[in-house]
């Protein structure tokens, strides 16, 4: 089993920044890729950056690019979302998940492993 502790949630006005960090504990070798989520009320949950372990792949949602950057600290058994330019309608719940199958399919699908997610909320 792997652990996920999200943290680094909280308002912010539009334009401005956070750094979500989600910490891994557990079993966590074998670990291919960690995604962070969010999910709003009443919406679907949607994918948001996902990070192969290493490094080597990334990926972003289209409303995310250019604006949020995924990284991890291998040492740390930790991965983080820096978001900036945040807009009202970054606002959710956001969930950090890991998955131990291959890139790309570890984040394609229902990923394995999951935080409790921690809220992120942008007034404009």
């Known amino acids: 089993q792997v652990q996920l502790v999200e943290s680094g949630g909280g308002s912010v006005q539009a334009g401005g920044s956070l750094k979500l960090s989600c910490v891994a504990s557990g079993y966590t070798y074998g670990t291919r890729c960690t995604g962070w989520f969010r999910q709003a009320p009443g919406k679907v949950r949607e994918r948001v950056a996902a990070i192969s372990t290493g490094g080597r792949y990334t990926s972003y949602a289209d409303s995310v690019a250019g604006r949020f950057t995924i990284s991890q600290d291998s040492a740390k058994d930790t991965v983080y979302l820096q978001m900036n330019s945040l807009k009202p309608e970054d606002s959710a719940m956001y969930y950090c998940?890991?998955?131990?199958?291959?890139?790309?399919?570890?984040?394609?699908?229902?990923?394995?492993?999951w935080g409790q997610g921690t809220q992120v909320t942008v007034s404009s």
């Open positions: 998940a890991a998955d131990k199958r291959t890139w790309p399919v570890c984040f394609q699908t229902t990923m394995a492993y």
